[in-house]
């Protein structure tokens, strides 16, 4: 469907609309169900009274200090990492090319590791966790590079480095005093608990830059989908394009990492669901990010319920969801 | 056109390329496992010798000849010969396990870790000790074996479910994943349960450390059989590297050789796992490394994979004492950060090449 106005036209696509806005509605019903459900029940009224600095003491401190920073952040680090997904699926043109599958994110958390120990704040743990994911990101593609950089290579590649990584991880963890240890190891498994407004901040800022780069990068990538000499033909500067991609997704899931540690299969997941619901023929950026956002505050929604009182961590419930859907898929892969 | 002549000859090249090496004499082959075997011996003096506390030599002797009490005898006869020979079995069996995996998928990435099976084992016992308290290693063996023949099933039907049937890549892809999946099963188990969490935080990232002298008695029946199992296969194995039908054409009965070399592999990683937990890399890298030296015939790779992990076991395990004194590197870190780097070498060739 394409709309004309004036000398302007766009492209619709009904459904991919329709999936778009039914994505954004879960996600608001998620989030109101985080805001209002939990050990002390706030009506669903109250809740906009709380938010607005007008209700009781007690709902204003629980909605809006303790569980809206939490939803917020589970939203926008979902978002993160399903666009970062659907940026490297895209270029690898394999759902396995997926940040949290080849190691970046294992990259990352060594970096925030490494500064937790060296007793760094908020800041330079971020800081840690970007640093580390995009020197991992450059070693993998370096050691994947032979002429071309291969898919299934890149992938292999990422799981050996993902493996040597988690290694250094617990040698890190076994080296650090008894208060970083503990620190360090609620982060590495991927949690959202006790995450305030200074965790969401970073992530806000870094997807208000970076989603409009996605939008535009959308276009030439999907021509790039098709082959490098196919792209070119049709007027596509491919490396630029292509570099500046690897930038984008590894800032976004380095970002993500820092906030929320290593939460896995959201990056993966989510761009192929969104394919599939959407029926698109390749990955879509913004259905990818509006599911991240979803999966990953729906499923730290479920991790606070499912065994109540326990407190699982939302990594542990993405790992178990999302490998059990990764098996799925290479029952049915082509390859 | 001279098709016959023509025929002749590439057979003479096809005689010619598998004619053996020089070295793979059967006599100097034996020589060679024989010399192995001593190098096992000499690295499991070190390791009974070596450690975070310096004791020097003639003590350590002494702890045999005359043992007095002491601590250092003490550390000696209730630390140290445990740990290696746990580590002589772990060794041997993830070695023997690795090779037939590698043998039996024809996938030179196949890895009892890597596969998930060991994962599987580990998430196997957790149950055992964290849901249902049972903490005699002869019960929750079994339940190691349970979830070891679990995980190799799935992902044998995984990998092979799909229309291109099992290739090495879907092979590890679906072994990763089900390996996930299993650990994060078992961390979910050990968070709601910190007791057993602490009990089993350093055996999740694979170590020698911490089993008793009687756990390790316990275990061995276990190993003994998975080994006398696996070695005995070396020649169905042997003639199935034909491809099933040649195999079966030289009277391997296929299905059972399959069913068999799954219940030893089972029995080994299952019985590894239980003692050190989940160890990656061990069985990946050392048949490898021994294919290079004796050629394809399983009859000599098996026991010489079954030899040679245990030595780099143990020296993986000495190092990982003497690199952090006073403290120490589990043996899982160190064999992952010197077994990644070869994996990644071996995804990195232009082929996976078949074995």
């Known amino acids: 469907m394409i709309v004309r106005v004036g000398p302007y036209s766009v492209r619709l696509a009904p459904r991919a609309l329709l999936v778009g806005l039914a994505l954004v509605l879960v996600a608001c019903a998620v989030t109101v169900a985080a805001l209002s459900t939990g050990e002390f029940t706030v009506p669903v009224p109250d809740i906009v009274t709380a938010l607005f600095g007008q209700g009781t003491p007690v709902a204003e401190l629980i909605v809006s200090k303790l569980r809206a920073p939490r939803v917020v ?40 590791i490494m500064a937790v120990v060296a007793g760094g704040s908020a800041a330079t743990i971020a800081g840690g966790a970007m640093a580390g994911c995009v020197i991992t ?199 | 056109m001279r098709p016959a002549e023509d025929t002749a000859v590439t057979a003479a090249e096809a005689a010619e390329a598998v004619k053996r090496p020089v070295w793979a004499h059967p006599a100097v082959l034996a020589t060679g496992l024989v010399l192995a075997l001593a190098v096992l011996a000499l690295m499991a003096m070190a390791s009974v010798a070596l450690g975070a506390r310096s004791v020097p030599f003639s003590t350590v002797i002494d702890a045999f000849v005359a043992p007095d009490g002491s601590n250092d005898h003490t550390v000696i006869r ?112 050990l968070r709601m349960d910190t007791q057993t969490f602490d009990r089993m935080r350093f055996w999740l990232t694979g170590s020698l450390a911490g089993q008793t002298a009687d756990t390790l008695v316990r275990l061995a029946p276990f190993m003994v059989a998975g080994l006398v199992l696996g070695l005995l296969l070396a020649r169905p194995l042997n003639m199935l590297a034909l491809g099933d039908d040649a195999g079966k054409a030289l009277g391997v009965a296929v299905n ?23 160890l990656w890399f061990v069985g990946l890298i050392v048949p490898h490394a021994v294919r290079a030296v004796v050629g394809p015939d399983q009859r000599w790779v098996l026991p010489y994979s079954a030899v040679a992990a245990p030595v780099l076991l143990l020296g993986a395990d000495v190092v990982g004492r003497l690199i952090a004194r006073p403290g120490e590197v589990q043996v899982g870190i160190v064999w992952a950060v010197i077994g990644a780097p070869i994996f990644i070498m071996l995804a990195r060739r232009k082929r996976v090449a078949a074995l």
């Not at chain 2, 291109?164 to 979910?188: D, E, F, Q, W, Y």
Request: proline letters at 5%.
């Open chain 2, 256 to 278: 059972r050789t399959r069913i068999l070399t799954g219940v030893a592999v089972t029995l080994l990683c299952g019985a590894a796992t239980a003692a050190a937990g989940p």
């Open chain 2, 78 to 189: 209730e630390l140290r010969v445990p740990r290696t020979l746990l580590g002589l079995g772990v060794g041997a069996t993830l070695g023997l396990a690795g090779a037939l995996m590698q043998s039996l998928t024809r996938n030179p990435l196949a890895d009892p870790g890597l596969l998930g099976i060991n994962e599987g084992a580990a998430l196997g016992v957790t149950l055992a000790l964290g849901v249902f308290g049972l903490s005699d290693p002869v019960v929750y063996v079994w339940f190691a074996f349970g979830g070891a023949a679990l995980a190799s099933v799935m992902v044998y039907a995984l990998a092979s479910a799909g229309r291109s049937g099992s290739s090495p890549v879907r092979l590890t892809l679906a072994g990763v994943a089900l390996g996930m999946v299993a650990t994060a099963i078992a961390s979910a188990i």
């Open chain 1, 137 to 335: 990101a450059a070693l993998v593609y370096g050691l994947a590079f032979r002429g071309g950089v291969q898919g299934y290579r890149l992938v292999l590649v990422g799981i050996g480095a993902n493996a040597l990584l988690l290694a250094v991880n617990s040698y890190l963890l076994t080296r650090a005093n008894v208060n970083d240890a503990a620190t360090a190891g609620a982060w590495l498994t991927g949690s959202l608990s006790g995450r305030g407004w200074d965790h969401a901040i970073p992530v806000a800022l870094a997807l208000a830059v970076l989603v409009p780069v996605c939008l535009r990068l959308a276009r030439p990538m999907r021509m790039i989908e098709m082959g490098d000499d196919a792209a070119k033909a049709m007027g596509i500067r491919v490396e630029p394009v292509r570099a500046a991609a690897i930038a984008a997704g590894v800032l976004l899931s380095g970002v993500a990492t820092a906030a929320a540690g290593p939460v896995v299969f959201v990056a993966l997941a989510a761009p192929q669901l969104a394919r599939r619901l959407t029926r698109s023929p390749g990955v879509t950026m913004g259905a990818s990010a509006l599911m991240g956002a979803v999966l990953l505050t729906g499923a730290d929604l479920a991790a606070q319920r499912l065994l109540a009182p326990t407190q699982l961590p939302v990594g542990v419930l993405t790992a178990a969801v999302g490998g059990t859907y990764l098996a799925l898929l290479l029952r049915k892969d082509r390859h």
């Open chain 1, 73 to 112: 952040t589970g939203l926008l680090v979902g978002a993160a990492f399903g666009l970062s997904g659907a940026i490297f699926q895209s270029l690898t043109r394999n759902p396995l090319g997926s940040p949290d599958f080849i190691g970046f994110t294992a990259g990352a958390s060594t970096g925030g």
